[in-house]
């Protein structure tokens, strides 16, 4: 089982990323797949999540109306737009199989992608 995110990279504020995870080794039926981010000495926070039976989306306040959540084949892409410096994390995707809420407590999933960096130049 192994995700794999790419697409972080260094953007200047306002400017837009797309982040991919894609899923090798399982399917993400009946699955909840979510976007986390860490920065150094902090915790893991939830950034968005969808559902893919039903495409159901959450999404943090801190990220709400600027990142798109959304599911290609057995992909899951996460749009940012206007970036801002505070932003800067390294950004993780996951899967918490046989649910069908999107929970936001990192411990709650089952498996975890290497993460992908994503810095914001203010």
């Known amino acids: 089982v192994q995700l794999v995110e790419s697409g972080g990279g260094l953007v200047q504020a306002g400017g837009s990323l797309r982040l991919s995870c894609a899923a090798s080794g399982l399917t993400f039926s009946t699955s909840i797949i979510s976007w986390f981010r860490q920065t150094p000495g902090k915790e893991r926070e939830f950034v968005a999540g969808?559902?893919?039976?039903?495409?159901g989306t959450r999404y943090a306040n801190s990220v709400e109306g600027r990142f798109t959540i959304s599911r290609g084949q057995n992909t899951v892409f996460l749009r940012m737009n206007s970036l801002k410096p505070e932003d800067t994390a390294v950004y993780y995707c996951?899967?918490?199989?046989?649910?069908?809420?999107?929970?936001?407590?990192?411990?709650?999933?089952?498996?975890w992608g290497q993460g992908t960096q994503v810095t914001v130049s203010s």
């Open positions: 969808i559902n893919w039976n039903n495409g």
């Open positions: 996951a899967i918490d199989r046989g649910v069908w809420a999107i929970d936001v407590g990192p411990s709650l999933y089952d498996y």
